[in-house]
């Protein structure tokens, strides 16, 4: 089955960077979508970037020009690099996985567990 385990979060000062990592087993990362997600308490769940099959990147508003995703088919693994870090960003950050339309639909059907990124003044 497909098992998805981010890491990479922790805490960092505001302006500071991140990079998130997602390692897939069961699931070939360059095979179809992959995206990040971000929640907090009392929030809607936030698709923040997410990457098609074929490379095709699309960030959120709140983090374009700020986050890259990416992936290392090699590693098969996928990636999240955040920089320029604000107060806001603070969540659970998830990666998700799933056919090329569920980048469009949203309706991924495999999560990891989540890593946590506090982000303090």
């Known amino acids: 089955q497909v098992q998805l385990v981010e890491s990479g979060g922790g805490s960092v000062q505001t302006g500071g960077s991140l990079t998130l990592s997602c390692a897939a087993s069961?699931?070939?990362?360059?095979?179809?979508?992959m995206g990040w997600f971000r929640q907090t308490p009392g929030r809607e769940r936030e698709l923040v970037a997410r990457?098609?099959?074929?490379?095709?990147?699309l960030y959120a508003a709140s983090v374009k020009g700020r986050f890259i995703i990416s992936r290392d088919n090699a590693k098969n693994t996928m990636f999240l690099q955040m920089n320029s870090l604000k107060l806001e960003d603070t969540a659970m950050y998830y990666c998700?996985?799933?056919?090329?339309?569920?980048?469009?639909?949203?309706?991924?059907?495999?999560w990891g567990q989540g890593t946590q990124v506090t982000v303090s003044s």
């Open positions: 998700a996985a799933g056919p090329d339309w569920t980048c469009t639909s949203k309706d991924f059907p495999d």
């Open positions: 069961g699931y070939t990362v360059s095979s179809g979508c």
């Open positions: 990457i098609w099959s074929g490379g095709t990147t």
